[in-house]
């Protein structure tokens, strides 16, 4: 089951995902046009610290892989959740990976996701009124 675990979720998320047009909001559309498919300005996450400069941009190491809760916890308690976002590597790797994922994005202080397949974004801005799930058709 195991071997076959990521392969399933890529078909799945190939199902759901969604390109820039399908979405409804301006804030991910905006990120889709000017940053995710914007080939300039380096590796996607030079772009995603440069697009979002005035924001605090998180990448857990490795070694957290499953355990995203502890480090989402330290990492809020240690500056203001508004100006956060975490990017979460490897979201659909393994079924403990994917459980964590979804136990994350379902966080009350988490108002948006983003599933790029590859690695999840999580937002705690509270201007975002609404909590809101993205998946979104991304290629690296």
């Not at 909001?25 to 380096?42: A, H, I, K, T």
């Not at 030079?46 to 989402?72: K, M, N």
């Not at 330290?74 to 956060?84: D, F, G, H, I, K």
């Not at 790797?93 to 136990?103: C, G, K």
Request: aromatic share 16%; hydrophobic share 40%; glycine share 4%.
């Amino acid at each position: 089951m195991g071997y076959f675990f990521k392969p399933a979720q890529y078909i799945k998320y190939r199902l759901k995902a969604k390109s820039r047009h399908g979405v409804h909001s301006p804030f991910v559309y905006r990120l889709v046009d000017e940053c995710l498919l914007s080939r300039n300005g380096g590796n996607l996450d030079v772009r995603l610290a440069h697009y979002f400069e005035h924001y605090q941009l998180l990448i857990p190491p490795a070694s957290t892989s499953g355990d995203w809760l502890s480090f989402y916890k330290n990492a809020l308690a240690e500056s203001e959740p508004e100006t956060v976002i975490l990017r979460i590597p490897d979201i659909h790797q393994s079924p403990v990976q994917h459980h964590a994922w979804l136990q994350l994005k379902q966080q009350q202080e988490v108002r948006l996701s983003i599933d790029l397949f590859h690695f999840g974004l999580l937002f705690f801005n509270p201007d975002f009124k609404e909590q809101e799930h993205f998946v979104l058709k991304y290629r690296p």
